[in-house]
């Protein structure tokens, strides 16, 4: 039974950090993309970052917008883990965070070619 395992959130101020991760069980995350999305009640589903790493090569993350240069997406893939590092964090990063897996980054803020999905770990930020 394929798992996603994520943990990490919590409340925060404006400013602090927070790192969330995410395990994959039951599929070697290698091959893979690996995503972060997030959502809160008045609002459709976002995409945070996604990273695909291939068999050779480098990782290639990707991100939206309102996170470049503060959110950092990384994976481990010996232990088929994804990590998000959000630093500088605002209250408009308040939400409850996903973790999503698929075998393609292709239009990845969507969601739509995401097979796995955790169960969520909420951030809140304070102002």
């Known amino acids: 039974q394929v798992q996603l395992v994520e943990s990490g959130g919590g409340s925060v101020q404006a400013g602090g950090s927070l790192k969330l991760s995410c395990t994959l069980v039951g599929l070697n995350a290698r091959g893979r993309c690996m995503g972060w999305f997030r959502r809160n009640p008045d609002q459709q589903r976002e995409g945070v970052a996604a990273?695909?790493?291939?068999?050779?090569?480098?990782?290639?993350?990707n991100y939206a917008d309102s996170v470049k240069g503060r959110f950092t997406i990384s994976q481990d893939t010996a232990k088929d883990t994804v990590y998000l590092q959000m630093n500088s964090l605002k209250p408009e990063d308040t939400a409850m965070y996903y973790c999503?897996?698929?075998?393609?980054?292709?239009?990845?803020?969507?969601?739509?070619?995401?097979?796995?999905w955790g169960q969520g770990t909420q951030v809140t930020v304070s102002s």
């Open positions: 999503a897996a698929g075998d393609t980054c292709s239009a990845w803020s969507t969601g739509d070619l995401f097979r796995y």
């Open positions: 990273i695909f790493h291939a068999y050779t090569g480098d990782a290639k993350p």
